[in-house]
């Protein structure tokens, strides 16, 4: 599926996401994240061996809603299925670009310590495959002065 144009501008100016996924038939776990993409597909990076990484590895479907940057009552739900886990080291430097673009800074470190001093434990990404996007795109809610 075909990502928005305003999607891809959102998540390029530091969007945030907050993903939801299935623990068991009871309970769904949800998570504040960073977002990012990569041609129609939706990264998520998180550190190996969470709750999340162990749910997703049983329930591949899940939901992720992207808030708009400035818009606060601005949104897409997009909700698909994790086709691909990348767990090498491509997923640690893709952190660090993310960090980078979100914070201006290395992932958990200053410039120039590198993971293995800085005791960090190693990432994954998920490809997400996009299978529906519901659009919560609306003007800015303006209140009436008193």
């Not at 293995?116 to 800015?140: D, H, L």
Request: net charge negative.
């Amino acid at each position: 599926m075909q990502l928005p144009n305003e999607l891809k501008l959102a998540i390029d100016n530091n969007a945030f996401c907050a993903i939801a996924t299935k623990v068991n038939d009871e309970e769904i776990q949800n998570h504040l994240m960073w977002v990012d993409y990569k041609d129609n597909h939706i990264l998520i990076n998180t550190e190996q061996g969470r709750k999340k990484t162990e749910n997703i590895r049983i329930h591949k479907n899940l939901s992720i809603v992207i808030f708009h940057p400035s818009e606060m009552y601005s949104s897409w739900e997009v909700r698909g299925i994790v086709e691909n886990i990348i767990d090498d080291d491509s997923a640690n430097n893709h952190i660090d670009y993310l960090s980078n673009r979100y914070m201006s800074k290395p992932y958990l470190r200053t410039q120039g310590v590198s993971w293995e001093e800085a005791n960090i434990k190693s990432r994954e990404i998920w490809e997400v495959n996009v299978k529906k996007i519901i659009s919560m795109v609306r003007p800015q809610a303006k209140s009436e002065p008193e």
